[in-house]
C-alpha cells in the first residue's frame, strides 16, 4: 500500500525561486496537512484542508500557498523561496477528524 | 491556543533501563492524545493513542502512557528500552472537534547497546 506519498524527497532552491510541493494519498482521506519540521521545534502545521476544495490555514502560514483540487492531493506552494524555509516538510492525513495521521516520508528542502 | 511541552530535548539511555518521557498539554477542555515516534531518516509513526476510557493505553513495541487529567499530562513509559528505540518522541493533541493536531517539540531518545 503506497499510503501517503510526498514529492521530491529533496530539493535545492535558490533565494526568490518557487516550488510546488506534491502529497497524494490512496487512503480515501478526508484531511490533508503540511507540516514543516525543524530542530527542538517538534512539527508545525502549515496548512491543512478538511476536503477537496477546501484549505486553512495553520499555526505557520505566512509564505505559503496550498491547494486542494482532488481529494487525494494536496500541493504546498512556495512562491518566493527564502533561506528561513530551509526545513522538512511532512504531508500527513487522517480518515476523518480527531483520528491518527498517517504521514509521508518527507521532503528535505534547502534555500540557498 | 494550545500549547504541548516536552520535559526532555535528549534522553540517554542503557539497554533494559525504563523509560518514561514527559507530556504536558495546555487546553482544558476534552483532548484526544497521541504519541508519534520518528525513526532516524524515517516518517513519523503512531505508537498509541488516547480519544476516552481506560487512562492507561497500551501501544505498540511495549509502550504505554498514562493519562493523568488533573495534571493534563500522557506520559509515555516503556519498562525496559533496547537499542531499536533510539529514535525522536512526539506527544500531539488534538481538541475533540477542533481542526488540527498541536505538536510538541520532540525528544530524542538514544539507547546504548
Known amino acids: 500500500n503506497a499510503g501517503v506519498t510526498q514529492t521530491p524527497k529533496f530539493r535545492v532552491l535558490k533565494t526568490g525561486q518557487s516550488m510546488t510541493l506534491l502529497c497524494a494519498q490512496d487512503?480515501?482521506?478526508?484531511?490533508m496537512y503540511w507540516y514543516r519540521q525543524d530542530p527542538g521545534m517538534g512539527l508545525r502545521l502549515i496548512h491543512y484542508?478538511?476536503?477537496?476544495?477546501?484549505?486553512a490555514k495553520g499555526e505557520v502560514p505566512d509564505g505559503y500557498n496550498v491547494s486542494r483540487l482532488k481529494k487525494q492531493n494536496f500541493l504546498l506552494g512556495l512562491e518566493s523561496a527564502a533561506p528561513s524555509q530551509t526545513s522538512v516538510y511532512f504531508c500527513?492525513?487522517?480518515?476523518?477528524?480527531?483520528?491518527?495521521?498517517?504521514f509521508g516520508d518527507g521532503t528535505r528542502l534547502s534555500i540557498l | 491556543a494550545q500549547s504541548v511541552s516536552q520535559h526532555n530535548h535528549h534522553v540517554i539511555l542503557s539497554e533494559a533501563a525504563s523509560l518514561e518521557l514527559g507530556c504536558n498539554y495546555s487546553?482544558?477542555?476534552?483532548?484526544?492524545l497521541f504519541w508519534y515516534v520518528q525513526y532516524p531518516g524515517q516518517h513519523l509513526q503512531l505508537l498509541l493513542k488516547?480519544?476516552?476510557?481506560?487512562?492507561l493505553v497500551k501501544g505498540i513495541k511495549g509502550f504505554e502512557a498514562e493519562f493523568i487529567k488533573s495534571k493534563f499530562s500522557f506520559n509515555l513509559r516503556k519498562p525496559s528500552v533496547q537499542w531499536s528505540d533510539t529514535a525522536e518522541y512526539f506527544c500531539?493533541?488534538?481538541?475533540?472537534?477542533?481542526?488540527?493536531?498541536?505538536f510538541g517539540p520532540g525528544t530524542r531518545l538514544s539507547v546504548l547497546p
Open positions: 484542508s478538511v476536503g477537496e476544495g477546501t484549505t
Open positions: 487546553y482544558g477542555g476534552t483532548v484526544n
Open positions: 488516547y480519544f476516552s476510557g481506560d487512562p
Open positions: 500527513a492525513s487522517s480518515l476523518v477528524l480527531n483520528q491518527p495521521q498517517h
Open positions: 500531539a493533541v488534538n481538541e475533540d472537534y477542533g481542526q488540527n493536531f498541536v
Open positions: 487512503m480515501n482521506h478526508e484531511y
